[in-house]
C-alpha cells in the first residue's frame, strides 16, 4: 500500500474508533460478537437511545470494512478509486488488500496518462488552428484599393501640364487644343466612316 493511501485509510479508521469508543462501545454493548456490518448494525438499532445507535453504527463501520451481497459473499468498496471489489469475507484478507492496493497503483498511472493525452490533444488542435488561420491568410486576394491608386495616379500624371511649361505656350496647349478639336468633329460631323475618299482620278476613270 503506498504511503499516502495508508495515511488516509488510517484516519478514517481512526476517526471511526474515535466517534466509537464510548463507555458503551468500550464495554462491548452487543451480548455476542457479530460475524460481520449487517449483523452489527442490527445490534446497533437495539440500543436504547439515538446517540447510542449512532456510537455502536461508527463502531460497526470501523470494525467490518466489507458489506454482504444478496448472492452470497461481499465486497469493499475503495472510495479512492471509486469502485467495487468482491471479498471473501467481511475484511478483506492480507492477499485481497495487496490486489486492491495493485489496482490502486494501476488506476493513478491511468488518471495521469489521459491528463497527459489531453494535454497532447489540446496542444495538437491549437496547431492546427494556427496553421489554417496561416494557409486562409496566403490565399486571400491582395487589396484591390492598393492596385487601383496608382493606376488613378498614371491617369492624373497624364493630364498634368509639364514641369516649367510656360503660359500660353504653344507646345504645351496644342495637345489640349486638338483634343478639343477632334471632338467638335465628331459632333459635327459624326464619327469618321472608315472608307476611303474617292480622288479625282478615280472619279475621271
Known amino acids: 500500500m503506498s504511503a499516502s493511501r495508508h495515511k488516509i485509510v488510517m484516519m478514517a479508521a481512526l476517526i471511526g474508533y474515535a466517534v466509537g469508543s464510548t463507555p458503551l462501545a468500550r464495554a462491548e454493548w452487543w451480548s455476542h ?3 460481520d456490518f449487517e449483523e452489527c448494525a442490527d445490534l ?5 437511545t439515538k446517540d447510542a445507535k449512532s456510537a455502536a453504527l461508527a463502531e460497526c463501520n470501523a470494525k467490518f470494512a466489507g ?3 444478496p448472492g452470497g459473499g461481499y465486497t469493499y468498496y ?3 478509486q471509486n469502485r467495487s471489489f468482491d471479498i471473501a ?3 478483506p484478507t492480507p492477499e485481497e488488500q495487496k490486489q486492491i492496493d495493485e489496482q490502486y497503483t494501476a488506476y493513478l498511472e491511468k488518471q495521469r496518462r ?3 493525452v489531453a494535454a497532447f490533444a489540446a496542444r495538437q488542435q491549437q496547431l492546427q488552428q494556427h496553421a489554417s488561420l496561416k494557409s486562409e491568410a496566403e490565399k486571400a486576394p491582395p487589396n484591390t484599393a492598393s492596385i ?5 495616379a498614371a491617369t492624373e500624371l497624364r493630364h498634368v501640364k509639364p514641369a516649367g511649361c510656360p503660359r500660353d505656350s504653344f507646345s504645351c496647349e496644342w495637345p489640349r487644343l486638338s483634343a478639343g478639336l477632334d471632338d467638335l468633329k465628331k459632333a ?3 464619327p469618321p466612316s472608315g472608307k476611303p475618299r474617292r480622288t479625282k482620278q478615280g472619279l475621271s476613270g
Open 33 to 35: 460478537k457479530p460475524a
Open 44 to 48: 446497533a438499532e437495539k440500543a436504547a
Open 67 to 69: 458489506r454482504r451481497k
Open 78 to 80: 475503495d472510495f479512492m
Open 89 to 91: 469475507g467481511p475484511n
Open 114 to 116: 489521459s491528463r497527459i
Open 148 to 152: 487601383a491608386r496608382p493606376r488613378a
Open 188 to 190: 459635327l460631323f459624326g
